[in-house]
């Protein structure tokens, strides 16, 4: 009797494991999209790192669309270096980042890797203490650095300048945890 009620909840136990993973790829296949473009404020609501709201912050979303046909949308760039980095053996077909040169809300998206951007400027930041702030005209960057200060710089200096803050960030907390297991230890001894 106990063996058929140990048969029982593992098959339980390996169909909910096969139905999850049914659940994911399915909505994996969702995301497929061949128009990530179009309406993708309201395909890709939420960050898929940090799951702020994109409508919120449309001057700093980016959407990342992979070889694979994959989609996702993100609130800044720093949550696109934390993708980028999750999913570097993907592939990308493109990558893009709002126009702040443009007024129109939501702002338009352009290729990230043709976009300007303006960096540790006074404008506001998204995830980050270090604004990247992304244009599609070099012009109109150079006359935001003109009233917000800041340094011009491309997508991959925007990448890595988040990827820097991370690892920055990291190092500091792994320090603080250091520091708090050694407190324990004295408490502990003491």
């Avoid at 139905?19 to 061949?34: C, I, N, P, S, T």
Wanted: aromatic share 6%; charged share 25%.
């Amino acid at each position: 009797m106990k063996r058929r009620t140990l048969l029982g909840g593992a098959l339980l136990l390996a169909m909910a494991g096969y139905g999850a993973a049914q659940e994911k790829k399915d909505a994996d296949e969702v995301r497929v999209d061949a128009a990530p473009l179009e309406n993708e404020l309201e395909k890709y609501p939420r960050c898929v790192i940090c799951n702020m709201d994109r409508r919120r912050f449309h001057y700093a979303r980016h959407l990342l669309v992979y070889g694979d046909g994959f989609v996702q949308g993100t609130c800044s760039v720093h949550c696109v270096a934390e993708c980028m980095l999750r999913e570097r053996r993907r592939g990308f077909t493109a990558i893009y980042a709002p126009d702040n040169g443009v007024t129109a809300n939501p702002r338009p998206l352009v290729e990230a890797a043709s976009a300007t951007y303006l960096i540790g400027s006074d404008l506001r930041g998204v995830m980050t203490p270090v604004s990247k702030v992304p244009f599609a005209s070099r012009d109109a960057a150079l006359q935001a650095k003109l009233t917000y200060g800041g340094e011009i710089g491309s997508f991959a200096t925007a990448i890595s300048a988040s990827l820097e803050e991370t690892a920055n960030s990291l190092l500091k907390r792994y320090g603080n945890d250091l520091e708090r297991q050694r407190r324990k230890k004295a408490e502990a001894a003491g």
